[in-house]
């Protein structure tokens, strides 16, 4: 296991740092004496989280699927704090229900925040990482480990941004940067409480097996993050025992196959009642997403919190 490096006067950007995993890890690594760039859709909540911070910071509006946007941000960044030493690439949005029931454009959308985003902040990101040296930590999910029925969207695009980290930690390892790969399960944002507003969703967790089927509180698994990017780790586990299903990865299809088959069966009429109601992202974060399509495009205003 690689030692902690000290994270004081280092500059962190964190993406989808508005709520959530975002909102915290920027408020642990700040914490810790990192200078943090923040990154998202929600300008006031995106100031709200600045202010609040005890180090340096800035807040940057933008959509992490604009390429053109990012790189501005990027650059806006450098000149801001004088460079990049960590980047946190967590936005992400989720939907929920069978593949037939969902809206095919939200569907899309899943894919593209959370796996063409993620490669988009990448691109832009990782010049200032190269001459730094620094460390990209991308979010990924026990969704990339265990893919599972209701959430194909969030399930493929998991699995992509996982495979992606992978590959780019080999691409770029001989210049210095690291890259990390971070597990979170079932934990208590908004985007999970949105999900769990779908009755059937709710109950078929309820029903995975301990431990998968619980909600795990925020702080505990943030820690756990930060503790990851402290040593620069290829892989974090946000709770204690996502490590122990890497090796049970080859076994997984065939038991999802035989539990999800049961449970579908059973949840099929009650699915089939609620199709109408079944909309597009869920939570919060996905709420502010869709206003923003909705708005148009989004711009990249750089605001200043406090030094």
């Not at 408020?27 to 006031?44: I, M, N, T």
């Not at 454009?105 to 796996?115: G, P």
């Not at 990782?126 to 480990?145: E, K, V, W």
């Not at 780790?233 to 204690?240: G, I, L, N, R």
Request: hydrophobic content about 45%; aromatic content about 6%.
């Amino acid at each position: 296991m690689s030692a902690r490096r000290g994270l004081e006067g280092q500059v962190a950007v964190v993406t989808g740092a508005a709520r959530g995993v975002g909102e915290l890890l920027a408020r642990k690594l700040s914490a810790r004496g990192a200078r943090v760039a923040l990154v998202g859709l929600e300008p006031e909540e995106l100031k709200r989280v600045s202010e609040r911070l005890p180090t340096d910071s800035a807040y940057w509006h933008a959509d992490v699927t604009d390429a053109e946007a990012m790189t501005r941000v990027a650059e806006e960044v450098v000149e801001r704090f004088g460079a990049v030493d960590i980047v946190c690439a967590n936005a992400g949005v989720a939907q929920a229900g069978p593949f037939l029931d969902t809206d095919e454009r939200a569907w899309r959308r899943v894919i593209e925040v959370n796996l063409l985003g993620s490669a988009t902040t990448a691109r832009a990101f990782l010049p200032a990482l190269t001459a730094s040296r620094g460390y990209l930590l991308q979010i990924a999910s026990l969704a990339a480990i265990a893919p599972a029925p209701m959430m194909t969207a969030y399930c493929a695009s998991k699995s992509g941004v996982e495979a992606f980290a992978h590959s780019l930690r080999a691409e770029v390892g001989h210049r210095g940067v690291r890259v990390g790969v971070g597990y979170l399960s079932w934990t208590d944002t908004d985007m999970v409480r949105g999900a769990d507003r779908d009755e059937v969703m709710r109950e078929l967790r309820q029903r995975l097996p301990w431990p998968a089927g619980r909600t795990y509180p925020l702080g505990p698994a943030v820690e756990r993050l930060v503790a990851g990017i402290e040593r620069r780790s290829a892989h974090v586990y946000a709770q204690w025992w996502l490590r122990g299903m890497q090796s049970t990865r080859g076994y997984l299809p065939a038991f999802i196959l035989a539990v999800g088959r049961r449970e579908m069966r059973r949840a099929e009429p009650r699915l089939a009642a609620t199709r109408e109601a079944r909309g597009g992202l869920v939570g919060e974060g996905g709420a502010a997403d869709e206003k923003a399509r909705t708005a148009g495009a989004v711009g990249t205003v750089g605001t200043e919190g406090h030094q």
